[in-house]
């Protein structure tokens, strides 16, 4: 399979800047996850990969074919890319296995090709002769991947390909469609905006914003050492603080915090912290600052905690085993567990308050 690599990529539309110059790479055999905001730019860059759109300026390749950027663009059909739209646009009068097959050759039709392309998706090869109108949202998903991937393309683009179903069956497609990956060899870039489903699925993260890359790494890395704190409210709640940090600790409202800084190295003098939800922990009684319990968000594995620190009014946001929710209005001690994350007070984006915040995917 193939890797992909943009360098440089701009799209204007008319007075409108929607890619500022996009830099990224995505390693053979790999699922890159575009995570972003609607209108951030995420199903510009696809449409560009695919050919549907040309950039105004840089560079695409795929493998060691430079597709954009020397010379005339390599038109869609020789780009051997395909494309799982947001609502799988199925052909509605045709069947299963006419619609996996519709891109390929009579011989390899009539080979098997549709029937192992069903099984990969994790289909039976019986649901080959009915029509979409008979499937589940989650099983025609399914069926425009194994369309995709029929012709056996360089690399796969999925644009949200999972928004429109229900949570029940969005789990179990993701899931099969990224095994369906797998399986596949598949080098594969899914657009979404759905940060569970970016960490839980990619083996690469990238995050934009405003039409910038403003991280790739690892979803751990992202989630644990996001590049800045906007990026820390999109992929997962987090709670933003000031301080002052000397000697590797932080002073804050939650105490002495052991501290570490951002990806741009260490940090001291004044600064905000980030913490995750997780890392507060909540007890009735002994060490720690004292919380009252605005209310809490209950969620059957979890919960989430909203406290109002007792001296200051400060709002902090806790995460919980959902057996272990306390009740609003009650008193709480609060420690913290691990390490704060660090920015320079002046490196927090314009939009976010100086004397506390929650940043939740919604705010950032």
Excluded: W
């Excluded at 098997?112 to 008979?134: C, I, K, Q, T, Y």
């Excluded at 405003?210 to 709670?239: C, T």
């Excluded at 057996?323 to 609060?334: F, I, M, Y």
């Amino acid at each position: 399979m193939t890797a992909l690599t943009l360098s440089g990529v701009t799209k204007a539309f008319g007075s409108a800047q929607v890619l500022r110059g996009v830099d990224l790479h995505v390693p053979a055999r790999s699922l890159t996850a575009v995570l972003g905001p609607s209108g951030c730019g995420k199903t510009t860059l696809l449409r560009l990969v695919a050919g549907f759109d040309d950039p105004d300026a840089g560079m695409i390749a795929l493998g060691g074919e430079t597709v954009v950027g020397a010379g005339r663009p390599r038109p869609p059909q020789h780009r051997r890319v395909g494309y799982v739209p947001q609502e799988g646009a199925l052909f509605p009068h045709l069947s299963v296995a006419a619609n996996v097959g519709f891109g390929l050759a009579r011989r390899q039709r009539s080979a098997g090709r549709v029937g192992e392309l069903l099984e990969l998706v994790g289909l039976s090869p019986a649901l080959a002769s009915r029509h979409p109108h008979e499937l589940s949202g989650g099983q025609q998903q399914r069926v425009a991947l194994a369309r995709a991937l029929a012709p056996r393309p360089s690399i796969v683009l999925l644009d949200e390909p999972f928004s429109s179903l229900d949570a029940g069956l969005r789990e179990s497609t993701r899931r099969a469609v990224a095994d369906a990956l797998v399986a596949a060899e598949a080098t594969a870039v899914l657009v979404t905006h759905d940060q569970a489903e970016a960490l839980s699925l990619a083996d690469q993260v990238a995050v934009m914003r405003n039409g910038r890359l403003v991280q790739l790494a690892a979803p751990e890395i992202v989630y644990q050492s996001p590049s800045d704190a906007g990026v820390a409210g999109f992929v997962g709640e987090a709670v933003l603080l000031p301080a002052s940090v000397s000697n590797g600790y932080a002073t804050c409202e939650l105490g002495s915090l052991a501290v570490r800084g951002t990806v741009s190295g260490p940090v001291s003098g004044q600064v905000r912290i980030l913490l995750r939800p997780e890392q507060l922990l909540l007890s009735d009684s002994g060490a720690g600052v004292e919380a009252r319990v605005r209310d809490v968000s209950y969620f059957g594995h979890d919960a989430s905690v909203r406290l109002e620190l007792v001296a200051g009014g400060t709002e902090v946001l806790a995460r919980v085993a959902g057996h272990e929710r306390p009740r609003p209005g009650s008193l709480v001690r609060l420690t913290v567990t691990g390490e704060a994350l660090a920015y320079p007070a002046g490196t927090v984006p314009a939009g976010t308050v100086p004397t506390g915040v929650i940043l939740t995917p919604s705010s950032s």
